[in-house]
């Protein structure tokens, strides 16, 4: 549905994208997953015609951006970081504008509108002028206004970024019933949460760079850290250290909680009990920290996802 070739952009002699490629399926919800800066704004703006790349090409459905604008407009609905509402008129008059340049058939725009205000929660507040509404009810009409034409395609860059976190659940919902109704979506986040939460595929974008892209599953998989077993000792002397460092050698120490990694929780969990009885250590708790997108980009980049 989506192929996206070689995207090259610089911005006053500073490369913000070095060459990013992917493909989209029909009906997949794709996560564009990366710490700021790391060129999702830029990338997500030039595949929904708002920015122009230096080099690279832009497929949608059969039609290049470049040579075929148009046709591409009509199967795309965008949201953008930044709200684009007008706050002197209500939610439904700036559905009703919205829907005009995206040229809904006039007799149809006003049902859709509606439509659209009860999907998102806003039916009673329908009347109301934006400039009166919180960030949250700002966004949700953002999103339904980039619906408003029956898009086949939406792309959505970083939609809960500043908003409560009931705008946020309903946002989750709607765009979850989307994808199942099998609109193809593309969203840009920094939230590890919301890509492991919506997304299909996940790539992750640093450096202007995908540096590594599949489900999640995949990517814990092609991922070389494995997941840890933290056990807290109240009685722990250099003596336990050595023997339990002899015993499982892939083990960092920190004060009285020791890292086991393990490549299988389930069965190194009671050979791991089982040898600290025989050693008389007290276990005081026991955590084990899963693999989860924040520790592969963190296993992959050296930095943190929130930096
Ligand atoms: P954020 O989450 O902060 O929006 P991002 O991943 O979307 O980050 P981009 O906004 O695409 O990243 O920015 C990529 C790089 O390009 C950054 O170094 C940014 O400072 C730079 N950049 C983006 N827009 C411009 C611009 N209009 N002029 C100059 N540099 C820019």
Not at 14 to 35: D, H, Q
Not at 104 to 130: H, I, M, T, W, Y
Not at 273 to 297: A, H, R, S, Y
Request: hydrophobic share 35%; aromatic share 6%; charged share 25%.
């Amino acid at each position: 549905m989506i192929e996206i070739k070689n995207l090259k952009k610089t911005y006053e002699g500073r490369e913000a994208l070095k060459g990013i490629s992917f493909t989209i399926k029909e009906g997949e919800f794709y996560g564009l997953l990366g710490p700021n800066g790391a060129g999702k704004t830029t990338t997500i703006s030039i595949i929904s015609s708002i920015l122009k790349a230096d080099s690279g090409d832009v497929i949608i459905g059969r039609y290049n951006i470049d040579t075929h604008p148009q046709n591409v407009k009509q199967l795309i609905g965008v949201v953008p970081q930044e709200i684009a509402l007008y706050n002197e008129l209500s939610a439904y008059e700036n559905l009703m504008f919205w829907g005009g340049l995206y040229q809904v058939p006039a007799n149809e725009l006003s049902n859709r509108a509606n439509e659209l205000l009860k999907q998102f929660g806003l039916e009673d507040r329908k009347n109301d002028k934006v400039k009166n509404y919180s960030g949250g009810m700002k966004r949700r009409i953002n999103i339904a206004s980039a619906l408003l034409h029956k898009p086949k395609v939406l792309f959505m860059d970083e939609p809960t970024v500043g908003i409560d976190p009931q705008s946020r659940n309903l946002i989750f919902e709607v765009v979850e019933k989307l994808h199942k109704e099998g609109l193809t979506i593309v969203y840009t986040t920094h939230y590890m949460e919301e890509a492991e939460r919506l997304c299909d595929r996940i790539g992750i974008i640093d450096n202007g760079q995908i540096i590594a892209e599949g489900t999640l599953d995949q990517l814990k998989n092609s991922s070389s850290i494995k997941e840890t077993i933290a056990i807290t000792f109240s009685n722990l002397n250099a003596l336990h250290v050595k023997e339990i460092a002899t015993f499982w050698s892939d083990m960092s120490q920190d004060e009285n909680i020791i890292h086991f990694h393990s490549s299988d929780i389930k069965s190194d969990l009671s050979k791991l009990v089982l040898k600290c009885n025989q050693l008389g250590v007290d276990i005081v708790n026991i955590e084990i920290q899963k693999t989860n997108l924040e520790t592969i980009f963190l296993n992959l980049t050296g930095k943190q996802l929130r930096d």
